[in-house]
Structure formats: structure tokens, C-alpha cells
């Protein structure tokens, strides 16, 4: 599955998204928003962690500024950008954002709806909406508070301060820096330790992560109550304790 503005690379345990329209450094437009809403659809048939890329040197340089001065109240009511964030935050296995270059706008609001960013030395991250007078509407609003804080969120969302990947590494928005070269490369190792684990568990431990806190404990005790039952979960836990015995250390983690 590939499309003009998106390419998709698929493996067994993981898929690779990337942005392909290079000469508008990756701006989000409503072709791109209908193949990540499709890609969406493949992995949530088969769930598969998800590494999502720009063609180009960029990641994504915000929304397509000539589509979205021609839309109206309908198109805001509508919830184009929004939506597939949304649906991409719900993944059913982690997303992880590669960031080269430029994460502005929308652009920036695609990675915070991940679950982890990897970012270069050139990553440079913010949203300037409000300069446009627009405002970040889809996601930063709340979903930046819970990343970085409060007092930063606002400097970013109504100054419009734009991070570095120094000061984003150092408040945690980016998991790690590495160099441009490197990016996909880190992505797969990240990848690499996720599929380390049990999917089912990953699974419903992202499930459980996100649910709201009212649905606590009893969202946890339910998806406890799945993994119990796995033959997954019996098999890795003998596997632990054989390991102990035979290093000779007792039945604990």
C-alpha cells in the first residue's frame, strides 16, 4: 500500500510511514490526511509498530497553508487533522516519530499524537499557528501540557517559541538526538526492544496507559485479568524462573 503523498514499508513486526511530499516540505493536505486514514486502517487490522518518517530532510513543516487559508467553520467542525491524529494516538501497538528538520504546526501536533520522538541535531519543533491566526486545534491544546508541562506549553503554543533538539531532548518531547544519518536506524532499535516484548501486553499496556483515570483500577485489573489467561504469558514467566534456577537466585524479578 503506497500512495504519491505517503509510502509505506511493511515487515513482519513493524511498518514504516513515510511523508512523501518533499517539495512542500511534507505539509499536510487532505491527500495526505485520506492514505495515513487508510494506513491507519492496515494497522489496525494487523497491529504492527508503527515508525513514521519525512521524505526530504524535513518531518513535516506544518499544515498545507494554501489548502487551509481556503477552509471555512465547516472544514474546523469537521476535524480533518484532528481525526487522523487521533486515530494514530490509538494505535494499537507504539508509534514512533523520526523527526528531521522542520516539526512545525501540524507537523509538531502528528509527533506529540506518538508515542515516542526521536529526533537530529537539525529537529526544530513548535507551533506558530497563532501567528497565523489559527491555533493549534489539533491536539497541542491539551495533549502538550501533558508532555512537557504547563508554563512551557504555553510559551510554545502562545509566543510562539519553537524548540530546539537540545531543549526538547532536555524536557523529554524528544526520547533521544542522534545524527541525520542514524534516524531510521534508532527508530528500528527502539522498535527493536518493543518487539522484544509480548505483543498482547504491549498492547493492553498501552490500552491501559491511556484510558482515563476514572476507568482506574478496574481497566487494569481487566486487562490483568487477559494476560493471566495467555499461554504467552505462562511460557515467558517458566522461561524467567528456569533462568534464575540456574543461575542459582531466587524466584523474584
Known amino acids: 500500500m503506497s500512495g504519491p ?17 518533499p517539495e512542500r516540505r511534507n505539509a499536510i493536505d487532505r491527500e495526505l490526511v485520506a492514505a495515513l486514514h487508510e494506513a491507519c486502517a ?34 474546523a467542525l469537521r476535524g480533518i487533522n484532528s481525526k487522523i491524529f487521533d486515530r494514530i494516538h490509538r494505535l494499537p501497538m507504539p508509534t ?4 528531521d528538520g522542520y516539526a512545525l504546526g ?16 537539525r529537529t526544530k519543533i513548535g507551533n506558530p499557528e497563532t501567528g497565523l491566526g489559527i491555533l493549534a ?9 501533558e508532555l512537557v508541562g504547563e508554563p512551557l506549553a504555553k510559551e510554545i503554543l502562545l509566543a510562539g517559541r519553537v524548540l530546539s533538539a537540545a531543549e526538547a531532548r532536555e524536557v523529554r518531547l524528544l526520547n533521544e538526538v542522534v545524527e541525520p544519518d542514524d534516524l531510521l536506524a534508532a527508530g528500528h532499535r527502539l522498535a527493536d526492544r518493543i518487539a522484544a516484548q509480548a505483543p498482547l501486553a504491549t498492547r493492553l499496556m498501552k490500552a491501559v496507559f491511556h484510558a482515563p483515570r476514572q476507568a482506574h483500577p478496574f481497566v487494569d485489573d481487566v486487562a490483568q485479568a487477559v494476560l493471566f489467561e495467555t499461554e504467552e504469558k505462562h511460557a515467558r514467566m517458566t522461561a524467567f524462573l528456569e533462568r534464575r534456577e540456574r543461575k542459582g537466585r531466587p524466584h523474584d524479578r
Open 5 to 21: 503523498s505517503l509510502l509505506v514499508e511493511e515487515d513482519e513486526d513493524r511498518v514504516v510511514w513515510r511523508l512523501n511530499r
Open 137 to 145: 486545534a489539533a491536539g497541542a491544546a491539551w495533549r502538550l501540557a
Open 42 to 75: 492496515a494497522v489496525e487490522a494487523e497491529p504492527k509498530i508503527v515508525l513514521l518518517a519525512g521524505e526530504g530532510g524535513t518531518f513535516a513543516a506544518g499544515a498545507d497553508i494554501a489548502e487551509l487559508r481556503e477552509r471555512g467553520r465547516e472544514d
Open 96 to 99: 514512533i516519530a523520526l523527526l
Open 106 to 121: 501540524g507537523g509538531a501536533e502528528l509527533a506529540y499524537a506518538c508515542d515516542f520522538r526521536i529526533g537530529t541535531e
